[in-house]
């Protein structure tokens, strides 16, 4: 199932975009040091990323209208 980010406000998808580099960053190392149970969770957080990285961009186009 997808993640929905339709529903966040701006401050909370750039909080969100953090916490997944955050974890994206751990599971790198992780790989690297061979301890990753679960190998294609690097896939989906990256997707997660750019799913909110879009999000955010529609913000700064102004598709998307901050909440006031």
């Not at 929905?4 to 997944?20: F, H, I, M, R, W």
Request: no cysteine; aromatic share 6%; proline share 1%.
């Amino acid at each position: 199932m997808k993640n929905s980010y339709t529903d966040l406000t701006l401050d909370e998808l750039v909080a969100k975009k953090e916490q997944l580099h955050k974890e994206y960053f751990d599971l790198r190392m992780g790989r690297v040091l061979g301890h990753v149970e679960n190998p294609l969770a690097v896939r989906t957080i990256r997707r997660n990323i750019a799913r909110v990285n879009t999000r955010i961009r529609e913000y700064e186009l102004g598709i998307r209208k901050a909440a006031k």
